[in-house]
């Protein structure tokens, strides 16, 4: 339990100080985290976990008085600087982390109480998952207007499904490879 909280403190810490670092995400460094193999995984997504709300808590900092947001933060960007050349900046960095705490709470008590009904909504839909990918991908790719369009859009999807079967029947393949692999396609 101990090792939870000392995990969760090195977190928050960190977080802090790359969340002070304009443009500095936690994407940037997840790479990075993910080759501390020596810790148990459980311990590592308390870590990241800890590290990612108090990077994006921390970041309003920056966004705020220097005007520099990472990709987390861009939204308050404008309101945040024209409250700070109004003379209000605290007033405006105190509306975004009181913000940021009640999404917190808020979706804190979400997952408690709705928790039971996912789990049952996913066991129930496990099988249809498959079919249910298959159709939103074929719609989105036909709701290109333009021939040349559909035609790039069909070539990434069964890019991106080759890229899925390579990875899923590599020699390296394990528990851990999907995630570094998709972090990729959707890290800054």
Same mark, same amino acid.
């Given at each position: /339990? ?21 443009? /500095?995400?936690?994407?940037? $460094? ?8 020596? #810790? ?10 800890? !590290?990612? !709300? &108090? ?14 947001? &990472?990709?987390?933060? &861009? ?19 105190? $509306? ?14 979400? !997952?408690?109480? $709705? ?13 249809? !998952? ?6 939103? &991908? ?46 990729? #396609?959707?890290?800054?």
């Amino acid at each position: /339990m101990i090792e939870y909280l000392i995990a969760i403190l090195a977190g928050s810490f960190f977080g802090i100080f790359i969340g002070l670092l304009p443009g /500095m995400s936690i994407n940037n $460094l997840l790479p990075l985290f993910l080759t501390f193999t020596f #810790f148990k995984p459980e311990i590592l997504a308390a870590f990241i976990a800890s !590290v990612s !709300v &108090s990077q994006l808590l921390a970041g309003f900092f920056p966004s705020i008085f220097l005007g520099a947001p &990472s990709s987390e933060t &861009s939204i308050s960007v404008l309101p945040g600087h024209k409250l700070l050349l109004e003379g209000k900046g605290y007033e405006a960095l105190k $509306l975004c982390l009181m913000g940021a705490l009640f999404s917190i709470i808020f979706s804190m008590i979400l !997952v408690v109480t $709705l928790s039971s009904f996912f789990k049952d909504f996913y066991y129930a839909t496990r099988p249809y !998952v498959f079919y249910l990918i298959f159709l939103v &991908s074929i719609f989105m790719i036909l709701s290109e207007k333009e021939v040349k369009k559909i035609l790039y859009s069909l070539l990434i999807f069964f890019l991106t499904g080759l890229i899925g079967l390579i990875t899923l029947n590599s020699p390296l393949s394990s528990s851990n490879l999907l995630f570094p692999m998709l972090s990729g #396609f959707f890290g800054p």
